[in-house]
């Protein structure tokens, strides 16, 4: 496992945007699946669930609700890999992470990770 640090997130208005970036503090993520997650502190969204994810060849997955609206890519040579927040509404504010591993398998569930990064906090006012 990858450990990764999470950059981005901030206070945007309903129907805003927000890019969210995700780095390796050490290592590389050219070959790594990895992951967005997110987790609300109140709400029906508490426990940390799966947002996006991209594979090592750019394939990507979205969880329904964000389907049309984020964007998740990755750029090699610069080794991060971003989340584009696009209309976003109250119900999208909470705490977003990312986490890398070999398997896209592995990172489509947040049970699977035991290490975390700080996360970085969207808060989407209405």
């Known amino acids: 496992q990858v450990r990764v640090v999470e950059s981005g997130g901030g ?9 969210l970036s ?13 992951g967005w997650f997110r987790q609300a502190r109140q709400g ?7 947002v996006a994810a991209i594979d090592w060849n750019g394939e990507q997955f979205y969880e329904n609700s964000v389907k049309g609206r984020f964007a998740i890519s ?5 080794n991060m890999v971003f989340l584009q927040l696009n209309n976003l509404n109250p119900e999208d504010t909470a ?18 990770f035991e290490t975390w990064g700080p996360g970085t906090q969207v808060t989407v006012s209405s």
């Open 44 to 50: 029906p969204r508490q426990e940390r669930e799966f």
């Open 95 to 112: 705490i977003y992470y990312c986490n890398a591993h070999r398997s896209i398998a592995w990172v489509a569930s947040a049970s699977n």
């Open 11 to 19: 206070l945007v208005q309903a129907g805003g945007s927000l890019r």
């Open 22 to 34: 995700c780095a390796p503090s050490e290592g590389t993520l050219e070959n790594a699946a990895v």
């Open 74 to 78: 990755r750029d090699y040579a610069k």
